[in-house]
Nanobody, 119 residues
Framework: QVQLVESGGGLVQAGGSLRLSCAAS????????MGWSRQAPGKQRELVAV???????NYADSVKGRFTISRDTAKNTVSLQMNGLESEDTAVYYC?????????????WGRGTQVTVSS
């Protein structure tokens, strides 16, 4: 059983910054990619950023240049630095991790943390 716990959400004014963090614990045999998705009210969940076990990164077009994902492999943590926040960034942000041997990788999700950007 793997647990992912997010922290760092909150209320911020447009143009401000927040840093989200996520820690993985439990029966971790090996973490591959880690990332963040978000879901705004009435919208589908969308991928925001991902970082591979070799530190390759990818971002949604809407956050490129504003958000930065990073991870600490030794601590099994992933962070998302969000700058230049816009009202459209308001959503519940979910951390995820792809875990397990290559022949049976499973994705685990955190419970989410609310980010609200006021205009």
């Amino acid at each position: 059983q793997v647990q992912l716990v997010e922290s760092g959400g909150g209320l911020v004014q447009a143009g401000g910054s927040l840093r989200l963090s996520c820690a993985a614990s439990g029966s971790i045999s090996g973490i591959h990619a880690m990332g963040w998705s978000r879901q705004a009210p009435g919208k589908q969940r969308e991928l925001v950023a991902v970082i591979t076990d070799s530190a390759g990164t990818n971002y949604a077009d809407s956050v490129k240049g504003r958000f930065t994902i990073s991870r600490d492999t030794a601590k099994n943590t992933v962070s998302l630095q969000m700058n230049g926040l816009e009202s459209e960034d308001t959503a519940v942000y979910y951390c995820y991790a792809d875990i397990g041997p290559f022949y049976r990788i499973t994705r685990s999700w955190g419970r989410g943390t609310q980010v609200t950007v006021s205009s």
